[in-house]
């Protein structure tokens, strides 16, 4: 099946640093990508869809000067989070949708700011 | 606003039982269902996608169910193994594509 790569796996930041989050399709090309975030005990909620090329779609809520998404290519999508703070730790996990609509997620990324 | 609801919250069964999840959603103006796993602290893995115009999909000891008109799916898995211990997540994609709604998940444990 198709595979979804995120890195880094975990992340531990000091509050006020950035953080990249890469999110990767290996072996298909992705016309959408998705950020998710996950406190625990709780569903996946939707960031953020971005599509190659163009900027991306946030979720009402999201601030999007705070987690800026480039999707630079059909296979990478990156998630930045800008100045972080403790409120910022969560699962983030990406997805990406292939052509015939289904999605595949990554292994996510844990990222806890101290 | 589409809402997508899961029945049982958590279910314990000894092992080899057969054993249903619900999924239910609000808006029948689906593309498709999607059923998930996932593992404590781990990402999704996709089990079966079923689009709006199937009723059913298999994979080994599961199956899903797909009744766009009532809103409901079902996933039956067959003589259930400790290691289906897990969270499935239920989740339909809407009909322009642009949305995955998630249900919040029922958590399954299956006792040796």
């Known amino acids: 099946g198709a595979v979804v790569s995120q890195h880094p796996s975990r992340v531990i930041c000091k509050s006020g640093t950035s953080v990249k989050i890469e999110c990767r399709s290996l072996d298909f090309q992705a016309t959408t990508m998705f950020w998710y975030r996950q406190f625990p005990k709780q569903s996946l909620m939707l960031m953020a869809t971005s599509n190659e090329g163009s900027k991306a779609t946030y979720e009402q809520g999201v601030e999007k000067d705070k987690f800026l998404i480039n999707h630079a290519s059909l296979t990478l999508s990156t998630l930045t989070v800008t100045s972080a703070h403790p409120e910022d730790s969560s699962f983030y996990i990406c997805s990406a949708r292939d052509r015939g609509g289904e999605q595949f997620f990554g292994p996510g990324t844990r990222l806890t700011v101290l | 606003k589409q809402e997508v609801t899961q029945i049982p919250a958590a279910l314990s069964v000894p092992e080899g039982e057969n054993l249903v999840l619900n999924c239910s959603f609000t808006d029948s103006a689906i593309y498709n269902l999607q059923w998930f796993r996932q593992d404590p602290g781990k990402g999704l893995t996709s089990l079966l996608l079923?689009?709006?115009?199937?009723r059913e999909q298999t994979s080994g000891r599961l199956n899903a169910s797909l009744d766009k008109s009532s809103g409901r799916s079902t996933l039956y898995i067959a003589a259930s193994q400790p290691g289906d211990s897990a969270t499935y997540l239920c989740a339909v994609l809407n009909q322009a594509g642009t949305a995955l709604i998630f249900g919040k998940g029922t958590t399954l444990s299956v006792s040796s």
């Open positions: 079923i689009q709006s115009s199937q």
